[in-house]
């Protein structure tokens, strides 16, 4: 499975995204593998699917991948009472609302009611 986020060529896109992001590079690829398993599981990619190595990713796919690795990881240095320290509370998801508008949004068309 090719990765849609790569630790070194997306260098910069996870600088933005995700700043503080974990290291080493191998804890930061195993964070992004899992969750572009999410991604792929959301999206009904089967994670066997074979993708030439240079295929495209649209760029929303790939910021989805970013937040939804960043929301595991929160998840998994939160305590058990869902709390990074004292003062900050978290709510975990299994796949954030953010996550699933990037891989597929909305139309924005109006609906009959």
Not at 25 to 50: H, I, K, N, Y
Not at 86 to 111: C, E, M, N, R, Y
């Amino acid at each position: 499975m090719p990765a849609w986020v790569d630790v070194t060529a997306d260098e910069d896109l996870l600088g933005v995204l995700w700043a503080d992001a974990p290291q080493p590079d191998a804890v930061l690829a195993a964070l992004l593998t899992s969750a572009q398993r999410d991604c792929m599981a959301f999206l009904d990619v089967p994670t066997d699917t074979a993708l030439d190595a240079d295929a495209f990713v649209a760029a929303s796919w790939k910021q989805a991948v970013i937040v939804q690795a960043r929301g595991r990881y929160r998840s998994l240095v939160a305590g058990g009472d869902q709390s990074i320290g004292a003062d900050f509370p978290i709510t975990i998801h299994p796949l954030d609302w953010a996550v699933k508008q990037l891989l597929k949004p909305k139309s924005g068309k109006a609906g009959i009611w």
